[in-house]
Every structure is written in structure tokens, then in C-alpha cells.
């Protein structure tokens, strides 16, 4: 991560040398794209913060003690409203199989979290609109239940 830093430096100092007042002028651009952002990342950081509280025992404990379709149901909203990088959410998508969730509870899961952006809805609907990020999630959750779904009849797992 520090090597995108150095190369940024650089060629920032490139641009100096090369072109003073561009270089200035861009990185003022730059500061005002970046401090008109601000306050929705800030936004965003706070409502990380605390979904990062839900642990991974109460996700096993609400997807694997029910029946199937409840468990499929739980997992699109609980995956809606959790946001975790997919390095985390993978493994915790085996540790969720290991320990008895059924494969279609754990598709729901997995798909909301990747597809729909309860958390960061403050962030995109700043960039793509209000309508465009509610259709967006929509969408994203009506795929994840068919890709749950889809999922439950290939492994037979019974829906009810």
C-alpha cells in the first residue's frame, strides 16, 4: 500500500517540476472534491463502526437454527444490513457450512453482503441518486433470493 503512496508522491513531485500552476491547480481540485466527500465517508465510518459490533457467533446463531426458507429469509436481511470485505466473508461463509448452516441459507448470506449496501447507501446515493441506489439494492436482494434459491434446489435442500 505504501509503494501506491510513494508513486503518488512522485509523480506530484513530477508534476511540480514539470508544471507549477497545473500541479497546484489539480491538487486544489483535488481537495475539494475530497472535502466535499468528507462528511458522507464520516457518515459512513459511524454506521461501520457499528455493524463491526454484530459478531460472527450471532450470525452462526441466527442462519443455523431454523428451517431453511426462515434461515434463507434471515440471511438476505442480515447480509443487507452487515458489511464485511470478502476476505472475512468467505471464510466465515466455510465456518457457517461447517458448522450445519444449510448451503442456501449461506448463498443468501453471501450474496446480500456482496450485492446490497444498506451502509453504504448514505455514499451512493450521493454519487448515483437516490432512485438509481434504491433500485440498485433492489435489485441486488431479488438476484440474492434467486441465487439462494437456485442454490437450495441444486443441493436439495427443502425451502419450508
Known amino acids: ?42 457518515k ?3 454506521i461501520l463502526s457499528f455493524i463491526l459490533l ?5 450470525i452462526i446463531n441466527y442462519l443455523g437454527g431454523q ?19 470478502g476476505f472475512i466473508a468467505y471464510p466465515l461463509a466455510g465456518i457457517l457450512v461447517s458448522k450445519g448452516v444449510n448451503y442456501m441459507v449461506v448463498a443468501a448470506f453471501i450474496t446480500t453482503l456482496m450485492l446490497v449496501g444498506v451502509a453504504t447507501y448514505p455514499v451512493e446515493k450521493e454519487y448515483f441518486g437516490i432512485k ?13 433470493a434467486m441465487i439462494a434459491v437456485a442454490t437450495g434446489v441444486l443441493y436439495g435442500e427443502v425451502l419450508i
Open 1 to 42: 500500500m505504501y509503494t501506491l503512496y510513494y508513486i503518488a508522491g512522485f509523480a506530484v513531485l513530477i508534476s511540480f517540476f514539470t508544471d507549477r500552476e497545473k500541479t497546484f491547480k489539480g491538487l486544489k481540485v483535488g481537495w475539494k472534491k475530497f472535502s466535499k466527500i468528507l462528511g458522507t465517508y464520516l
Open 44 to 46: 459512513l465510518l459511524i
Open 54 to 58: 454484530i459478531s460472527d457467533q450471532f
Open 67 to 85: 428451517a431453511p426458507f426462515i434461515g434463507m429469509i434471515m440471511g438476505l436481511i442480515i447480509g443487507s444490513i452487515t458489511m464485511m470485505p
Open 132 to 144: 438509481a441506489t434504491i433500485w440498485r439494492n433492489i435489485a441486488g436482494f431479488i438476484i440474492s
